[in-house]
């Protein structure tokens, strides 16, 4: 009988709504609710809301207290209701007093629900353990004492193979172990037996079940079509994993109901609400929406009237002491104002962390290539680490031996009273240990990076031609500005972190290195801009850089706030000196970022000296109970394209991804497609994850990080039989405030309006509203909001800025976020 329920199709739409969260090792930020992206911001928020439950906005209390609190502008508030109402005493009564439902739950879930209501039981319960087991015993990375039989196979011949040669099974019944058997055995077939003949219902029981378990269901979906993403890649799909729930389920019916049950569908009414049928409007929402425009316009209107301002640089040297380039990273915001603070004649710039180069990593003794570039892009180079290979510090008592029957018990007798000691003595006295995951081991600092071309290595060019370095090193240079006056010493920065027991670890590395340090980047740019053959021909393109100037690649460890300088390249004396200088500086200006970092933490008091605060700091980056290393991105707000002196002198408290642009470098925007085209969904991403799991801690963020175990090495559940939680734990977003992110462009807004237009995925973004723009007339320090296509001029209703002369005392003051500030430069 032809049926009109296509199980292909519904699976291939499902994946899309999934969520997309890649497995720890390869850890990057992304919207959460791309699968929404096709809409406007608030009509896809309220669309998740209605469909799968999600929680989209601040509670309507929250909104409420932050505008009593002066956190809301009045002002703001009202232009708001005007823009978008047009009667704005109305909609503010609405705002401020109205009564809503605080219950509004997802249709996802509702017809499932049946189970529990008809027949008391909850399916989810004696389905999930068992699923959860399998299928982590299956994707295992190397927790697991013993690998998953049959390994090479797909999940479903390896589940098949085992089930017939088995004397064991894993079903309660004959049955559901035949149908198993059965190679033709369909999706189809067996929801014709658990819900019945109401093929309508098909795709909505299917969705129901998956949003179950959303993260084990998003990471089956990743692996099948990112299997690289597992080192120890596996063969399964999606569908596998819902013919084989669907078996468990059929098989838990049968074992506890004795097959007297009947097909949910036989109990379904009218009352569920398919899925995708349209949504009705929601004052509610509307409220919430424009609550939500009000709490992120009065920063924005803050921030756009500080970077109007005229900032007077009473100090304007006529050399470079050293110019220094940085990630885009909000994190490197401070550090930069700090290092500018302390040496007024030096320049700092900030581009993404990948350094405009993009290859495969292998390092010494590695036995797999690891990707250093943005995550969309597959690269077609390889660099390799050349040198004596060194042996990684272990741990003894952390060995499989420990977990035999004999060697176990003689472990636990000696080493296990030696590790009760030793974690007591840690628990008091944190230090670096083999089990500390550090940015500073990705490459030995001692070892080489060979950068020119050497021969072809399974698919993959070991090394690059000069020509291809001089294209590298020229899109890096005019992309940020930096093409005369290069001072004597330039240095390249990475970033990396460290900490120990996180295993959310790759998100606090590097973005643009695909979740890992920047180290190798940064010394492969500066090795092929200190050639001689790839300046002759940047001469060529324009950009003169001296004999004299001579790049050094360098990390900066944004959790213990640490710097180390790859500086074997400077071989003059004189070089030499100005190098130790710069390291001191450096180290200060370090002093000065823990400080500024530290109000965040409750054990740290601010106002201690800077040295000893970083000494801190430091602790905290190894202590085994600290579940708060670093706050990553939390409170990331702004992104900002222009030059330094745009931003310089403003303070915004380490909320800002600051990428270095000089339109009159790039009249015609064609290196600021290229830093839109990034900047969007790499700041838009890192942000609107910030967002949702600050909104939603529990289905769109992963909850408390601390009963959170590590399964298989490729994600984290809340125990051993609890659900992959996908995005980010409360410790890296209790302090966050949900706002979206605001890229402020120097540049005429004609030139970014034709930029943005030339891709679709880019021009996404900002029609749809996910991110805000603004262009800033590098002329006329004029403001255009885009809007619904096109630029519109922006008044800030702000009226002054605050200027303040001492910032530590500042710092001291709060744990909170600060307004905007002008720094007093004199």
Known sequence: ?????????????????????????DFVHHNTLHAFQNLAFHEALATAHVKLGYQVYFPLENFRSMYQEGRISDDVLERVLVQKKGNAEAWKGKLLFGEYPTVEPGRVGALRGIWKSTYGIDLDSLVHPTLFRIIG???????????????????????????????????????????????????????????GDKEELYEQYLYDQQFSHQGWSGMVSTVEDLPQTLLDTRLIKLEDLILFELLLEFDALNYKLDQSWSPIGHFATEKIIPLHDPIAY????????????????TYYDQVLKGLQMEKVDSIQPHAKSFQAMFCIDDRECSFRRHLEELDPACDTYGTP??????????????????????????????????????????DLHFSK??????????????????????????????????????????????????????????????????????????????????????????????????????PHYAA?????????????????????????EVRAILREKGIHIPETTVFVGGLRDTTRDDVVFYDEQITYADYKIKHADHVKLFEKALDSNAKERSRRFESINTSAKASDIHEKIRTRSVSIFEPRPELNHATNALCIVGRRELSKGVFLDRRSFLNS??????????????????????????????????????????????????????????????????????????????????????????????????????????????????????????????????????????????????????LASSQENFPVYLLNQN
């Open 508 to 532: 606090y590395d590097c973005g643009a290195c695909s979740g890992r340090a920047g180290s190798v980047n940064a010394r492969v740019i500066s090795q092929m801009a200190n050639k001689p």
């Open 282 to 297: 929601s004052e509610k929402l509307d409220v919430l929406s424009l609550w939500q425009e009000a709490f992120e316009w």
């Open 1 to 25: 009988m032809p049926t009109s329920f296509d199980e292909h199709q519904v699976i291939h739409e499902l994946k899309h709504f999934l969520p997309a969260q890649a497995p720890l090792m």
């Open 661 to 810: 642009f000089d339109y009159r470098v790039d009249l015609d925007g064609t290196y600021l497609f290229n830093i839109l085209k990034a900047a969007a969904p790499v700041c838009g991403g890192i942000n609107l994850e910030y967002y949702f799991s600050r909104v939603d801690g529990e289905k769109l963020g992963a909850g408390t990080k601390l009963p959170h175990n590590v399964m298989g090495l490729f994600g984290v559940a809340n125990g051993i039989d609890g659900d992959l939680r996908p995005g980010l734990p409360a410790q890296m977003t209790e302090v966050h405030d949900p706002v979206r992110l605001l890229l402020i462009v120097e540049h005429f807004p004609e030139i970014v309006l034709k930029t943005i237009q030339k891709a679709e995925e880019t021009y996404e973004w900002f029609i749809n509203d996910w991110v805000k723009l603004v262009s800033i007339n590098p002329e006329t320090k004029e403001l255009s909001v885009f809007e619904k296509g096109e630029f519109k001029l922006y008044e800030p209703l702000t009226k002054d800025i605050q200027e303040i002369d001492n910032l530590d005392e500042l």
């Open 137 to 195: 015993s299956f994707l295992d990375q190397g927790i697991s004492i013993w690998n998953f039989p049959l390994n090479g196979k797909s999940f479903l011949e390896a589940i098949r193979t085992l089930e017939s040669t088995s004397f064991a099974s894993m079903f309660y019944r004959k049955e559901t172990k035949k149908l198993l058997l059965n190679p033709e055995l369909s999706i189809t077939d067996l929801l014709k037996k658990v819900v």
């Open 353 to 394: 962390g990948f350094f405009s180069v993009e290859f495969f990593y292998q390092p010494v003794g590695g036995k797999f290539y690891t990707k250093l570039c943005p995550a969309p892009v597959t690269p077609y180079y390889l660099i390799k680490e050349e040198g004596s290979e060194k042996k990684l510090g272990t």
């Open 401 to 502: 031996h420990s977990h035999n029957f004999y060697t176990g018990w003689l472990f636990s007798q000696t080493l296990g009273f030696w590790s009760a000691a030793k974690l007591f003595v840690n628990l008091f006295k944190p230090s670096m240990s083999p089990a500390t995951a550090s940015s500073l081991k990705h490459v030995d600092k001692f070892s080489t990076i060979r950068v020119d071309y050497q021969a072809m290595e399974n698919g993959l060019q070991v090394g690059f031609h000069i020509e291809e370095m001089a294209v590298r090193v020229e899109s890096l240079l005019k992309s940020i500005g930096l093409v005369d006056n290069f001072a004597p010493i330039v240095y390249v920065i990475g970033h990396g972190a460290s900490s120990v027991n996180n």
